[in-house]
């Protein structure tokens, strides 16, 4: 079954269209995980995340600046090339400024009729980020209920969170697979699970990645797993640069797996379940994104990221850690030299990468053996 | 009357003699590090080529990035505003025209009488500019009039990231080692820059007829790959098209004489 | 050619010892007894007010810009940055301000005074990242305060301005007042309060009635002088004698504007402009000034820290009237400061370039501007969001536009002569003419 992710990720419109047409729902793309999906789900629309696809274009230039990063300009083509105009709604909730623009420009542009910018706390280290973000969703909700037609109760509530809670629940059981000796699931692979969630109703996801897990028991890899490796960065669903170094041992000497990542596409997103025992919905929804794990770009006065990379890490058992930055990413770029250093300090090697909307596959698989050879000479001391 | 118009760019002089608005004679020479000397050099050839004495000429309009050094020039006319005279000179019904230098691309909005509207200059990356083409020859150990007609012998479409020339070659060199045909790689590069160039056409707006002007209009891939990112079906390229400038200068001359 | 008759500014020589004397007693402070305070020029410093009047304040903003000013300076404290690892994209005002840490040279002489607390607010990604590196890289133990105040856009964009949303601020805000009683072990004073938050709204009040003489003709201020003037909101909203001085700047500018004094004496034709400019390269303002053109300013000027309304069935900008009384509680001190504060302009393209490109183009036509020019500026990604959409609504108003790239605070993202004959191939374009030297 572990092939369905990877269907979905490569035909995300296709699914998506079709699902449309069978369910007579609504589909709203929304552009940051800041986004609760809780929401839409408790009225019966579907919340599907826009990333871009990682192809050269030439359509975003007069709408985005050249200083902000190449992720906002690919997810906005997508809407200019009008790959999406089967949605009926976009949204964000308050995130980078880069990715802010690929929505503002979406909404100017390409207005699909319904619209709505979620001022999501940045500081959610304040006792008041909760209240406020709590006013916040009665407003969205009510936008929410306009474009469905109809009221979302409580219990609407309940059932949106009971979906989303549930996916957590499944890909993390996924991801206790990776921390085996030999990981039956690799990191592309992970990767278009964590993906497809994003491209798929939540509840067609959910038996698939049981199935999965029932596989993934059994599951025994003809690989070498190499070196463990984690990710931590900016978005990323650069799949193709994951294979590679994946599928380096094949070539190379030294060979790698990715088992575990700090991404929005992957642990940021999806790693902070609700907590049901709080008995205003609106409320638990809104405590689950002031206190998840966060983007650099709300970390403070705290760096709390590190400890939480930390953890990742440990628990992971990781050999190395990969540090990815989009090109431009001020929010990762104000973090990276600390991690860096925390890392260091804590005993786990990094090696830093930036990435555009295509990576240069050859310098960057010399780069990545290079510092996966570094790790196998450490090893060698002891 | 005969005007000369020598736009002094970044790679090549060119001169054009021009008699009543007629091109009479032409001369282009390397710039080097002499501008000075290419200027006097490429203003004798086009006076030979038009069978003249500098005695017979009446004036001198100077452009380019060198545009300074000429000397003797009556007036001196801005690259923007050369290109959309002559764009308006060859094809009165131009709207959008695009000069691609050697480091250099340009594209300008125009009206009906070849007056600028709008116009925008890539910034500081060769990305999007002729040198770029130059540097992936060598990266692909091929001449640098192969890489145009090698174009149209490819039918793949590779993505590949021009927004750095840097990055791109390092991304040459991964398709030599993968083995990818040349005709392909050169397509692929062919398709990136004018990406770039069609970016920033984009950004004045794409209004027909367009007109390409520059040297770079001789390379049947990189228009064959322009048209393809327009999504157009011609894009006007003038008689020696690398005069382009050259003549608009001269025009604005005589114009203003 | 008409020729206007010029003035120099009556107050230029009070202004200058004002901004010195600033910078010496945040160096001073300790010797007073006083406490040093850093944030961004965007904070609300009146609220750090209430610990005494001995709180001296250093804005990063500014800072960064002064350093950019000297550029070898600057020069050194960006390498000191990247070395450290920080990416050479990021805002340069706060990787100036980083360099000078990690140097530990002060732009205005001797060894950079290290803050006892660091107090910002936080619009754009940046702000809150700046103040939580600043302290680190100081040793780790200056402790750190932000108001976030990236609420949504105020009316006419938003239907209303939510209490919620206001609230939020605001009880930051108050939390933020037993945070500093705690850290600097000082009683607050609400009086002193009061007094600091009345300044700030008097001060922004001001500078908008100062922005709105300039739409006179011949302008009776350039650009290049209103960023000497207007530094003075970003130093200290709070202060009384900037307050002071911003009320007799207004005087004095209302007297140039009766006697017809121009900022530049061959006005010819007048432009706006967007974003911090190239601090290094001011003199591409006396270039345009070769060509008879006059910068009469920019929404970042006038609405950085000027309070406005937007008037949208008249397309329109005026001053917002000030509360009609001081307030009287602390609650209701920080609920007025918050709600003044979540109307500044420049907060609101935040949440959508169109607000920014609706006031621009309010601007370029009660100013009566011939064109615009944009600064396509690197250096900061809070003012340039969104830039692009901006020139293209601009352009759809019927607005003349022309962009130029560069950086307010590194030199190297600068290219001074193609961003000149950028300059001349559009001012031609418009049908001026060059005055040769």
Same mark, same amino acid.
């Given at each position: 079954?572990?092939?369905?992710?990877?269907?979905?990720?490569e035909?995300r419109?296709e699914?998506?269209e %079709?699902?449309?047409?069978?369910?007579?729902? %609504?589909?709203v793309g929304?552009f940051?995980t800041y986004?609760?999906?809780e929401?839409?789900?408790?009225?019966d629309?579907?919340?599907v995340?826009?990333?871009?696809?990682?192809?050269p274009?030439?359509v975003t230039e007069?709408?985005?600046?050249?200083m902000?990063c190449p992720f906002?300009?690919?997810?906005?083509?997508?809407?200019? %090339?009008?790959k999406y105009?089967?949605?009926?709604?976009?949204?964000?909730?308050q995130?980078?400024?880069?990715?802010r623009q690929a929505?503002?420009s979406?909404d100017?542009?390409?207005?699909?009729?319904w619209?709505?910018?979620?001022?999501m706390?940045?500081?959610?280290?304040?006792k008041?980020?909760v209240?406020?973000l709590?006013e916040?969703?009665?407003?969205?909700i %009510?936008k929410?209920?306009?474009l469905?037609?109809?009221?979302?109760r409580?219990?609407?509530?309940r059932?949106g969170?009971?979906?989303m809670?549930?996916?957590r629940?499944?890909?993390k059981?996924?991801?206790?697979?990776?921390k085996?000796?030999n990981p039956?699931?690799?990191?592309?692979e992970?990767?278009?699970?964590t993906?497809a969630q994003?491209?798929?109703?939540?509840?067609?996801?959910l038996?698939?990645?049981k199935?999965v897990?029932?596989?993934?028991?059994?599951?025994?890899?003809?690989?070498?797993?190499?070196?463990r490796i984690?990710l931590?960065?900016?978005?990323n669903?650069d799949?193709?640069?994951?294979n590679?170094i994946?599928?380096?041992?094949?070539?190379?000497?030294?060979?790698?797996t990715?088992?575990?990542e700090?991404h929005?596409?992957t642990?940021?997103y999806?790693?902070d379940?609700?907590d049901?025992?709080?008995?205003?919905p609106?409320?638990?929804i809104?405590?689950r994104?002031?206190?998840?794990?966060?983007?650099p770009?709300k970390?403070?006065?705290q760096r709390t990221?590190?400890?939480r990379?930390?953890?990742?890490?440990?628990d992971?058992?990781?050999?190395g850690?990969i540090?990815?930055q989009?090109?431009?990413?001020?929010?990762h770029?104000?973090?990276i030299p600390?991690?860096?250093?925390?890392l260091e300090d804590?005993?786990?090697?990094?090696?830093?990468?930036e990435?555009d909307?295509?990576?240069?596959?050859?310098?960057?698989a010399v780069?990545?053996?290079a510092?996966?050879?570094?790790?196998?000479a450490e090893?060698?001391?002891f | 009357m005969?005007?000369?118009?020598?736009?002094?760019?970044?790679k090549? =002089?060119k =001169?054009?003699?021009l008699?009543?608005?007629?091109?009479?004679?032409?001369?282009?020479?390397l710039t080097g590090?002499d501008?000075?000397?290419?200027?006097?050099?490429?203003?004798h050839a086009?006076?030979?080529?038009?069978?003249?004495d500098v005695?017979?000429v009446d004036k001198?309009?100077g452009?380019?990035?060198?545009?300074?050094?000429? &000397? *003797?020039?009556?007036? &001196?006319?801005?690259e923007?505003? #050369?290109?959309?005279?002559a764009?308006?000179?060859?094809v009165p019904?131009a709207?959008t025209? =695009?000069d691609?230098?050697?480091?250099?691309?340009?594209a300008v909005k125009i009206?009906e009488?070849g007056?600028?509207? *709008?116009?925008?200059?890539?910034e500081k990356?060769?990305?999007?500019?002729?040198?770029?083409?130059?540097?992936m020859a060598?990266a692909?150990?091929?001449?640098l009039?192969?890489?145009?007609?090698m174009v149209l012998?490819?039918?793949?479409?590779?993505?590949?990231?021009?927004q750095c020339?840097?990055?791109?070659?390092s991304?040459?060199?991964?398709?030599?080692? #993968?083995k990818?045909?040349?005709? *392909?790689?050169?397509k692929?590069?062919?398709?990136?820059? #004018?990406?770039r160039?069609v970016?920033?056409i984009?950004?004045?707006?794409?209004?027909?007829?367009i007109v390409m002007?520059?040297?770079?209009?001789?390379n049947?891939g990189?228009?064959?790959?322009l048209?393809r990112?327009?999504?157009i079906?011609k894009?006007?390229?003038?008689p020696?098209?690398?005069f382009?400038?050259a003549?608009?200068?001269a025009l604005v001359l #005589?114009?203003e =004489? | 050619m008409?020729?206007?008759p010029?003035?120099?500014?009556?107050?230029?020589?009070?202004?200058k010892?004002l901004r010195?004397?600033?910078?010496e007693?945040y160096?001073?402070?300790? /010797?007073?007894?006083?406490i040093r305070?850093?944030?961004s020029a965007?904070?609300l410093?009146?609220v750090?007010?209430g610990?005494?009047?001995?709180?001296?304040?250093?804005t990063g903003e500014p800072y960064?810009?002064?350093?950019?000013f000297?550029?070898p300076?600057?020069?050194d404290?960006l390498?000191?940055?990247?070395k450290?690892?920080?990416s050479r994209d990021l805002?340069?005002y706060m990787?100036?301000?980083w360099?000078s840490i990690i140097?530990?040279?002060y732009?205005f002489?001797g060894p950079?005074?290290k803050a006892d607390f660091?107090y910002?607010?936080?619009i754009c990604?940046?702000?809150?990242?700046?103040?939580?590196?600043?302290?680190?890289?100081?040793?780790?133990?200056v402790p750190?305060?932000v108001?976030d105040?990236?609420v949504?856009a105020?009316p006419?964009?938003e239907?209303?301005?939510y209490?919620?949303?206001?609230?939020y601020?605001?009880d930051q805000?108050l939390?933020?007042?037993?945070?500093?009683?705690?850290?600097t072990?000082?009683?607050y004073n609400d009086?002193?309060?009061?007094?600091?938050?009345?300044?700030?709204?008097?001060?922004?009040h001001?500078?908008?009635?100062?922005?709105m !003489?300039n739409r006179?003709v011949?302008?009776p201020l350039?650009?290049?002088s209103?960023?000497?003037l207007?530094?003075?909101?970003?130093?200290q909203?709070?202060s009384?004698a900037?307050?002071? !001085?911003y009320e007799e700047?207004?005087? /004095?500018?209302?007297?140039?504007?009766k006697?017809g004094?121009a900022?530049?004496?061959?006005e010819?034709?007048?432009v706006?402009?967007d974003t911090q400019?190239?601090?290094?390269?001011?003199?591409?303002y006396?270039?345009?000034?070769?060509?008879?053109v006059?910068?009469?300013?920019?929404?970042?000027?006038?609405?950085?820290e000027g309070?406005?309304?937007?008037?949208?069935?008249r397309?329109?900008?005026g001053p917002?009237?000030?509360p009609p009384?001081?307030?009287t509680?602390?609650e209701?001190?920080?609920?007025?400061l918050?709600?003044?504060h979540?109307?500044?302009? /420049?907060?609101?393209?935040?949440?959508s370039?169109?607000?920014?490109?609706e006031?621009m183009?309010?601007?370029?036509?009660?100013?009566?501007?011939d064109?615009?020019?944009?600064?396509?500026?690197r250096?900061?990604?809070g003012?340039s969001?969104?830039i692009?959409?901006?020139?293209?609504g601009?352009? /759809?108003r019927?607005?003349?536009?022309?962009t130029?790239e560069?950086?307010?605070?590194?030199e190297?993202?600068?290219d001074?002569p193609s961003?000149?004959t950028?300059?001349?191939?559009?001012?031609e374009s418009?049908g001026?003419?060059k005055r040769?030297?």
């Open positions: 079954m572990l092939e369905k992710f990877q269907e979905w990720y035909n419109h699914y998506q %079709k699902y449309k047409e069978r369910t007579g729902n %609504k589909i929304y940051c986004t609760p999906e929401l839409f789900y408790a009225a629309i579907l919340p995340r826009i990333l871009g696809s990682h192809e274009q030439d007069p709408h985005i600046f050249g902000f906002c300009r690919d997810a906005l083509a997508q809407g200019l %090339k009008g105009d089967y949605l009926d709604g976009i949204t964000i909730g995130s980078c400024l880069h990715l929505f503002t979406w100017l542009h390409k207005n699909p009729g619209s709505y910018f979620l001022p706390p940045n500081h959610v280290q304040s008041r980020a209240p406020f709590v916040e969703y009665r407003l969205l %009510k929410i209920e306009e469905a037609g109809k009221r979302i409580d219990d609407d509530l059932q969170i009971d979906i809670n549930k996916v629940q499944a890909m059981e996924i991801y206790e697979f990776r085996e000796e039956p699931i690799t990191g592309t992970a990767m278009y699970m993906c994003f491209f798929t109703d939540a509840r067609e996801f038996p698939v990645a199935e897990n029932r596989e993934l028991a059994s599951r025994r890899l003809d690989r070498d797993p190499g070196k984690m931590i960065g900016s978005e669903d799949i193709e640069y994951i590679m994946e599928t380096l041992g094949e070539r190379e000497s030294v060979g790698c990715v088992v575990v700090e929005c596409t642990t940021r999806f790693w379940e609700v049901t025992d709080i008995d205003d609106v409320r638990a809104a405590e994104y002031v206190l998840r794990t966060p983007c770009s970390d403070w006065p990221r590190l400890q990379i930390l953890k990742l890490a440990k992971f058992r990781v050999d850690a540090i990815i989009q090109k431009f990413c001020d929010p770029e104000a973090d600390f991690i860096r250093r925390f804590n005993g786990i090697p990094t090696y830093f990468l990435f909307v295509t990576v240069a596959s050859g310098p960057f780069r990545t053996e510092f996966l050879e570094t790790l196998e090893e060698d001391l | 005969i005007i000369v118009g020598i736009d002094c760019g970044a090549n =002089t =001169t054009v003699v008699r009543d608005n007629k091109i009479i004679g032409k001369g282009m020479i590090f501008q000075t000397s290419a200027i006097r050099e490429s203003l086009a006076l030979k080529d038009a069978g003249i005695k017979d001198i309009s452009t380019g990035a060198g545009m300074e050094e000429i &000397r *003797d020039a009556d007036v &001196r006319v801005n923007v505003k #050369a290109m959309a005279k764009a308006n000179f060859f019904s709207r025209v =695009t691609v230098g050697a480091e250099m691309g340009r009206d009488n007056k600028v509207i *709008d116009f925008a200059i890539n990356c060769a990305a999007g500019a002729g040198a770029f083409i130059e540097a060598r692909l150990e091929a001449k009039e192969e890489m145009g007609p012998k490819s039918d793949k479409s590779i993505p590949m990231n021009a020339a840097i990055f791109a070659e991304e040459v060199v991964g398709l030599i080692h #993968a990818t045909a040349k005709a *392909d790689i050169s692929a590069i062919h398709d990136a820059m #004018a990406s160039i970016s920033m984009r950004r004045i707006g794409v209004n027909k007829d002007i520059g040297g770079v209009g001789l049947p990189f228009v064959d790959s048209k990112e327009l999504e079906d894009v006007y390229i003038p020696d098209p690398a382009g400038a003549v608009g200068a #005589a114009e =004489t | 008409a020729q206007y010029t003035e120099p500014l009556k107050c230029w020589p009070k202004a010892e010195n004397k600033f910078y007693n160096k001073q402070a300790h /010797e007073k007894g006083g305070c850093m944030g965007w904070a410093d009146a750090t007010m610990l005494g009047r001995d709180v001296y304040w250093i960064g810009a002064s350093c950019a000297d550029s300076l600057s020069a404290f390498t000191a940055a990247e450290f690892g920080f805002c340069s990787r100036n301000y360099g140097v530990g040279k732009a002489g950079l005074p660091a910002t607010q936080h990604c940046s702000h809150g990242k700046w103040y939580q590196n600043a302290c680190e890289l100081e040793g780790g133990d750190l305060y108001i105040v990236g949504g105020c006419p964009f239907p209303e301005m209490k919620h949303r206001v609230k601020v605001a805000m939390d933020s007042i037993e945070w500093m009683e705690k850290i072990g000082r009683t009086e002193l309060f009061f007094e600091a938050c009345w300044n700030d709204i008097r001060l922004t001001t500078w908008a009635k100062i922005c !003489l006179a011949p302008a350039d650009e290049k209103i960023y000497s207007y530094v003075f909101a970003t130093l909203k709070s009384a900037f307050a002071e !001085l700047l207004l005087e /004095e500018v209302e007297d140039r504007v006697r004094i900022a530049v004496g061959n010819q034709a007048r706006m402009t400019p190239p601090w290094g390269f001011l003199k591409i006396r270039y345009l000034e070769t060509w008879g006059v910068s009469i300013g920019s929404l970042y000027t006038f609405g950085l309070m406005w309304l937007y008037d949208e069935d397309n329109d900008l917002r009237p000030m009384e001081k307030p509680s602390r209701e001190a920080c609920r007025m918050a709600d003044w979540l109307s500044k302009p /420049e907060y609101q393209h935040f949440y370039p169109e607000y920014k490109t006031m183009d309010a601007i370029a036509k009660n100013w009566r501007c064109a615009i020019i944009m600064h396509y500026n250096g900061c990604e003012l969001v969104g692009a959409e901006n020139r293209l601009l352009l /759809e019927g607005n003349k536009v022309m130029y560069g950086n307010m605070g590194d190297t993202e600068f001074l961003t000149e950028r300059f001349d191939i559009f001012l418009l001026l003419k040769e030297a």
